[in-house]
């Protein structure tokens, strides 16, 4: 089978990396790719927005499958001009993708089928915005309404924070027309997880749980991010609490969009704060997780390509995973000034040393080939995934890794995964796995 990926990121290579190991992968396409999916696939110079280019390329070469990584284009529409000339894809609809393409739409969703999140209201104006907050007090999460590459969410615990949220967002324009509208939500206390599924709009199949750290410095501290590193599984879900995800918001979810004549095939995320009153829904993302891709993929030791073609086929129904019970861990290398103005051009160095070593995977995503050396091309650079027995074991596995890869300027994290290791739930609690 011919397989086209769409995407260019660390969460793309790492599909493309575990496609690769399926028998049924006769040949692999990454639009438009990078250099670590290079190792992999043949790379083709195409926008992975350009949908009709993309359904061309797709018919011209018979591809069996088209797996979108991405959510840009799959709110623009690009499962949709796919089914409509009949190629299999993964990925839901534009209507479905909603979910993650509107904030407000997702928190309007949300309140309808009665889905536990954070009280909200909605602001179309700065001074509407500050009006609302007068109102409902600090601390509060302002979001942007649109797609924001992750950076889009504000915590705001004094009102100088909250005056900056609303400045950067509806005044400046930050996030261009993503901004016209904001979500200001209540602020809820507790640990974060990410809740992945497959579903074919039906049935929903858990992926292994993962937690990520979104902030750009240790502590959680500092602006949003993209993410900054992840492991897997996330420590902080019980068995109950598992269930509970499962029952009281996967299910209702897929229910509810089905209702509104939006049934939902694909990777289904939804960001959940574990409060004290139990789960709660902070966001929905209408694809695989980045970088909680670089640690949930390294553990599936079922058939990648299997599972996608069961919800392209619409027989999500016979599919059956199994994972590695180890743990994973992954630690995002960063270029200096991300995630503002990130520099780029500079060379990386120690990638053969570390793909010498044995249970690490380095997946890229802001790079490029420039007079044969592999330089810095975007914000997060690589993403360094090691793996253990124990928790603990795959953190110190990926910062061995880690302390091998030279840039100018690398920035990241040297607390991923630390705060797991300081008395949360334990590890074998996870559900399911």
């Given at each position: 089978m011919r397989i086209l990926v769409i995407?260019?990121?660390?969460?793309?290579?790492?599909?493309?990396?575990?496609?690769?190991?399926?028998?049924?992968?006769?040949?692999?396409?990454?639009?438009?790719?990078?250099?670590?999916?290079?190792?992999?696939?043949e790379c083709v110079a195409l926008d992975p927005t350009s949908s009709i280019e993309l359904a061309d390329f797709a018919q011209e070469l018979r591809v069996g499958l088209t797996?979108?990584?991405?959510?840009?284009?799959?709110?623009?529409?690009?499962?949709?001009?796919?089914?409509?000339?009949?190629?299999?894809?993964?990925g839901p609809r534009k209507l479905a993708a909603e979910l993650e393409g509107s904030k407000v739409y997702a928190k309007e969703f949300l309140q309808k089928y009665d889905i536990p999140t954070a009280s909200f209201e909605v602001a179309h104006s700065p001074d509407e915005a500050r009006q609302i907050l007068d109102r409902t007090g600090l601390p509060a999460v302002i979001k942007v309404d649109g797609l924001a590459a992750g950076k889009g969410v504000f915590v705001c615990l004094t009102p100088d924070d909250a005056d900056k949220a609303v400045e950067a967002i509806m005044v400046k324009k930050k996030f261009g027309g993503a901004g016209e509208r904001a979500v200001i939500e209540q602020f809820l206390e507790g640990t974060e997880a990410s809740f992945i599924v497959i579903s074919d709009g039906r049935r929903a199949l858990p992926l292994v749980t993962s937690q990520d750290h979104k902030t750009l410095l240790e502590e959680d501290k500092g602006p949003n991010t993209g993410g900054m590193g992840a492991f897997s599984p996330a420590t902080n879900l019980s068995q109950d609490m598992f269930r509970s995800v499962m029952q009281d918001v996967v299910q209702p979810t897929l229910v509810g969009l089905e209702k509104e004549g939006r049934r939902y095939a694909g990777f289904l995320y939804v960001g959940l704060m574990l409060t004290p009153d139990g789960p709660r829904v902070l966001?929905?993302?209408?694809?695989?997780?980045?970088?909680?891709?670089?640690?949930?993929?390294?553990?599936?030791?079922?058939?990648?390509?299997?599972?996608?073609?069961?919800?392209?086929?619409?027989?999500?129904?016979?599919?059956?995973?199994?994972?590695?019970?180890?743990?994973?861990?992954?630690?995002?290398?960063a270029a200096e000034g991300y995630p503002e103005a990130p520099k780029k051009g500079m060379p990386i160095e120690g990638l053969e040393e570390v793909e010498d070593m044995e249970d690490v995977f380095v997946f890229h995503a802001g790079t490029k080939r420039e007079d044969d050396q592999t330089v810095v091309a975007g914000g997060r650079v690589l993403g360094v995934t090691g793996m253990g027995e124990k928790l603990s074991q795959s953190i110190r596995r990926a910062y061995e890794a880690v302390g091998r890869v030279r840039f100018e300027g690398m920035h990241f994290r040297r607390d991923i995964g630390l705060a797991a290791l300081k008395g949360r739930a334990s590890q074998d609690k996870e559900g399911k796995e």
């Open positions: 995407g260019s990121g660390g969460r793309e290579h790492a599909l493309v990396w575990k496609i690769s190991q399926s028998p049924l992968a006769d040949e692999i396409y990454c639009a438009p790719g990078n250099p670590g999916i290079a190792e992999h696939a797996v979108v990584g991405p959510e840009l284009p799959l709110t623009m529409g690009i499962v949709d001009e796919f089914l409509k000339r009949g190629l299999r894809i993964f966001e929905y993302n209408c694809r695989l997780g980045d970088p909680e891709a670089q640690v949930i993929l390294p553990r599936l030791q079922s058939d990648l390509v299997v599972l996608l073609h069961s919800v392209a086929s619409k027989e999500l129904g016979r599919a059956k995973v199994e994972w590695d019970t180890r743990a994973a861990t992954c630690v995002v290398l």
